[in-house]
């Protein structure tokens, strides 16, 4: 069985530091790297590609890149369980959070749930693919980037207010890419904090920021990932 080696991002706005240390904590023992932007306006898909590149180019040579945002909250034995997954998927993207949107890969979700899966194929023609937290394969991660950077045009352009979520779901889409959503979702978005375009918290209320099957005290170590 190949080693995984998985180097982790937080993608963060300096605005929101007081949300690090239990996010850190949290993490270990997995190398994780901290990666802020203050791109002005902010925007969510400069910050993502620095996070991702970033990763990428860890001097451990890392067969996986997780990125993650600053605001999550994460189930417990997570460090293990993203290693197993890792070594589990590797022709596409892994998404550990799943709202309800976008809902034909919710609904989805639902079904495999029912049937004891742990994973659901995302949708091809979805406008956008959850960026909150995202379990990248190295080869992968950098033919997605190649792509993103080949002059297509992207979503949210050219508004410089770029959606990572956006740009993820037009790559699988134009790509046809191979990517995929954990059933269930092991990394909570509370939304206790404000985006950093603006939107207030909704602290829950919104169902579309938060995790549609969430694990919630449960074990990953359980599932046969």
Request: with cysteine.
């Amino acid at each position: 069985m190949t080693r995984t080696n998985v180097a982790v991002r937080v993608q963060h706005h300096p605005s929101r530091r007081d949300l690090l240390p239990t996010l850190l904590q949290s993490l270990a023992p997995l190398p994780v790297v901290v990666s802020p932007h203050v791109s002005d306006p902010p925007s969510p898909w400069a910050g993502y590609q620095l996070a991702l590149r970033s990763g990428l180019d860890d001097p451990s040579k890392p067969t996986h890149v997780l990125v993650l945002q600053d605001d999550v909250e994460v189930c417990r034995n997570l460090p293990r369980a993203v290693e197993r997954i890792a070594t589990a998927k590797n022709d596409g993207p892994v998404g550990l959070f799943l709202s309800r949107l976008p809902p034909r890969a919710a609904n989805d979700a639902l079904f495999a749930a029912k049937r004891k899966e742990c994973y659901v194929r995302a949708r091809t023609g979805e406008k956008f693919f959850p960026a909150v937290a995202v379990l990248w394969p190295v080869l992968i991660a950098e033919s997605f980037l190649a792509w993103a950077q080949s002059g297509v045009r992207l979503p949210g352009y050219p508004n410089l207010i770029a959606s990572d979520d956006a740009v993820i779901g037009e790559w699988i889409r134009r790509t046809q890419a191979v990517a995929w959503h954990t059933v269930p979702s092991l990394i909570e978005h509370p939304d206790r904090a404000a985006s950093t375009i603006g939107r207030r918290a909704q602290w829950g209320k919104d169902k579309g920021r938060i995790a549609h099957i969430f694990i919630g005290t449960g074990d990953p170590l359980e599932y046969d990932w």
